[in-house]
């Protein structure tokens, strides 16, 4: 069995990744990520504690966004006010519920946070497609209770549950770094 003497993160080799971001300031899952796909133009989404979307045109990654998750977004409420939300699997679950095409006004303290949360997530996430109109890449835990909301919005995606782990092996193979550890 052969051992490694190193532990290697994808910023010990910053000389292959080309990114406007503060190299200093992005998660290796994120950079990970960034080599998922084959293409030169696309976009990648990683729903886990917080949401990601970044931005890669010509091979160049331009940077990203940061969104609470819901859990976030419960610790964050509870911690502030004195608004009770119920377990993070029934708020979740609650979200897969939540009908976005009804027009009604939220009538409850939980429908009023879910709707606004949800309706500001996807209609920004539109709007930065409509901008970068690449293939979008979505990834992370909370996708099973939010991919119903992306065809109420007409968003197109390719679901791929291990975009860090391939992305991750694409990096090393596509530099042949491999060879060198």
Excluded: C, W
Aim: charged fraction near 25%; proline fraction near 4%.
């Amino acid at each position: 069995m052969k051992t490694f003497k190193h532990i290697y993160f994808l910023k010990d080799f910053k000389h292959f990744i080309k990114t406007k971001y503060d190299f200093n300031k992005i998660g290796e899952d994120r950079l990970a990520s960034l080599f998922f796909p084959k293409n030169k133009d696309f976009l990648t989404l990683q729903l886990g504690t917080l949401y990601t979307l970044d931005i890669v045109k010509n091979n160049l990654h331009l940077g990203g966004y940061l969104f609470p998750s819901i859990k976030t977004i419960k610790v964050g409420i509870e911690n502030s006010t004195f608004i009770i939300l119920p377990s993070q699997s029934r708020l979740l679950e609650k979200i897969y519920q939540t009908e976005l095409y009804k027009k009604d006004i939220p009538r409850n303290t939980l429908d009023a946070i879910l709707k606004s949360y949800l309706l500001s997530f996807f209609l920004f996430l539109k709007k930065i497609l409509n901008k970068y109109p690449y293939p979008l890449y979505v990834s992370g835990g909370d996708y099973k209770f939010l991919k119903v909301h992306f065809k109420y919005f007409g968003i197109k995606f390719v679901y791929e549950p291990f975009i860090v782990l391939k992305g991750l092996k694409n990096f090393f193979y596509r530099f042949k770094i491999y060879k060198n550890i």
